[in-house]
């Protein structure tokens, strides 16, 4: 049973821009202005997970070719393809061993390379530092 967790519902002003709409992918946030930006899903861990997380842009190629995703503080293997629309999927899987005790929350980090500010990359005048473009995080059973 996949549950989605939309951006829009993560509330850290400090890790993240405020909500945007795109026309075809719905709400949206830019992480930034700092380089880590956490994703904290209420759920509880009690078997293998399999995460994926929906961007939409970034602010230039470079950003999602140095994305690191980290889970607990842990850096994760992660997969990247194209998803619809021109979107790219970022897939990962959380193990869990027999024994292991339940968690109760689940803390996603995406780290970029760096951000940096479109004015100053002669995109247009946005003067705030972005990373990358997430809509949602999806979580099921591995």
């Given at each position: 049973e996949p549950r989605s967790f939309a951006i829009a519902d993560q509330y850290s002003l400090l890790e993240w821009h405020g909500i945007e709409q795109h026309a075809v992918h719905g709400s949206y946030r830019w992480s930034g202005p700092h380089v880590r930006s956490g994703i904290d899903l209420p759920?509880?861990?009690?078997?293998?997970?399999?995460?994926?997380?929906?961007?939409?842009?970034?602010?230039?190629?470079?950003?999602?070719?140095?994305?690191?995703?980290?889970?607990?503080?842990?850096?994760?293997?992660?997969?990247?393809s194209g998803g619809p629309n021109d979107s790219t999927l970022i897939d990962f899987e959380l193990p869990f061993a027999t024994g292991?005790?339940?968690?109760?929350?689940?803390?996603?980090?995406?780290?970029?390379?760096?951000?940096?500010?479109?004015?100053?990359?002669g995109i247009n005048d946005d003067e705030r530092w972005l990373g990358v473009a997430v809509t949602s995080v999806e979580v099921r059973p591995a």
């Open positions: 759920v509880v861990v009690d078997r293998p997970v399999a995460v994926r997380v929906t961007l939409i842009n970034r602010i230039m190629h470079e950003v999602l070719a140095g994305l690191a995703i980290e889970v607990a503080g842990r850096r994760v293997a992660t997969r990247v292991e005790t339940p968690r109760q929350g689940l803390l996603v980090t995406l780290v970029v390379p760096y951000v940096k500010r479109p004015c100053d990359l």
